[in-house]
Nanobody, 123 residues
Framework: QVQLVESGGGLVQAGGSLRLSCAAS????????MGWFRQAPEKEREFVAA????????NYADFVKGRFTISRDNAKNTVYLQMNSLNPEDTAVYYC????????????????WGQGTQVTVSS
């Protein structure tokens, strides 16, 4: 079993920044991928970024490349998503998730999910 708790969401103006955190507990994560997804109202959940716990390899959706950075702190079992140059289209609930499969962009490949944190970007 894995427990994931996100934090760091909030309201920010366009062009601003936020850092999301995802604290993980319950098992070791050495061979797992940690991903961030987001879901806007009336839209499907979409992949944002992922990091492989071992080795720190990263993947990003094209629409966040150069703006968002995913990172991890092994000692704290925490994954971060630094979001810069935010725009209103980034408004969504952001979820972190765990997958045994590296490189997947598909939500159904992620077995455990946090409760989500709301990010709202005003214009």
């Amino acid at each position: 079993q894995v427990q994931l708790v996100e934090s760091g969401g909030g309201l920010v103006q366009a062009g601003g920044s936020l850092r999301l955190s995802c604290a993980a507990s319950g098992r070791t994560f050495r061979n797992l991928a940690m991903g961030w997804f987001r879901q806007a109202p009336e839209k499907e959940r979409e992949f944002v970024a992922a990091i492989r716990w071992s080795g720190g390899f990263t993947n990003y959706a094209d629409f966040v490349k150069g703006r968002f950075t995913i990172s991890r702190d092994n000692a704290k079992n925490t994954v971060y998503l630094q979001m810069n140059s935010l725009n209103p289209e980034d408004t969504a609930v952001y979820y972190c998730a765990v997958s045994p499969v590296w490189g997947s962009y598909i939500p159904m490949d992620y077995a455990y999910w946090g409760q989500g944190t709301q990010v709202t970007v005003s214009s």
